[in-house]
């Protein structure tokens, strides 16, 4: 029979295990080390058991790109949206404009480079496929930023030339392996998002999840069913989310996107 007075301890070793633990993940995530920990993990699978990693990476794909991407961009973008606004890196103009300007030159620079080199080796089969020249790996591009320069203008600048360099090559890209079809249904759905998103703004909605199941959900649905990539189907509904201070609006979106993921 226990004593009524008597009180349960938890093991000093656990507390500690638990600190420890939490202190562990608090670091990781802070300091952005997940996707450089996932690639070593990912090139160790792949060089010693290729046949497993590749029939995983094949079972996930659509997930990974199709899903998990969308609300990736959806936090670039947010993070881009707010250095637009009063008092951050891209506010003015000429601000913005100059990584969309960059972006152009990188752009024809990288495929210039690519003709050349692939005309120096008399390989003219591999002239149509210079748009791959002109990819940027975003996921890279954010968290090599964010770990080392976190709080600088520097961030949305290269989010910003990420995002238009990415967009300018899956609308160069997307005309050749896709039939587009404009739908009225697919229309639709854009507008009806749109003006739901707007109306929960108006209504001064303060939480993420009714924009990212509802509208983001339909957006997502109405770019899958226009033949659109739907990775980039978030991005419209970033003005309407609710932005607070600056960077406190991202950081709830960093958190809702790894609860998610």
Known sequence: MTHPHATTHQH??????????ARAVRLTLGRFLL???????ALVWANTASESYFQFSLRWSFLINEVAMALFFALLAQEVFEATMPGGALHSWRKWTLPVVAAAGGIAGAVAVYLLYINSQFEPY????????????AV?????????????GALP???????????????VVAPRHLVLQTRVGGATLVIG??????????FKVRVFWPYLLICGTTMWVAFYWEGLHPAFALVPLVPFLPHGRRGASRRRAESVLVSVL
């Open 12 to 21: 000093p070793a656990h507390g500690h295990l638990h600190r420890m633990t």
């Open 35 to 41: 996707v450089p920990i996932g690639a070593v993990i």
């Open 126 to 137: 591999h002239w149509t496929a210079w748009p791959i020249a002109c990819a940027i790996d």
């Open 140 to 152: 890279a591009t954010y968290y090599v930023m964010k770990a080392i320069l976190p709080r600088s």
């Open 157 to 171: 600048f290269a989010l910003l030339l990420a995002i238009v360099t990415d967009i300018f090559g899956l609308l």
């Open 193 to 202: 998002a749109l003006v739901f998103a707007a109306v929960m703004r108006a």
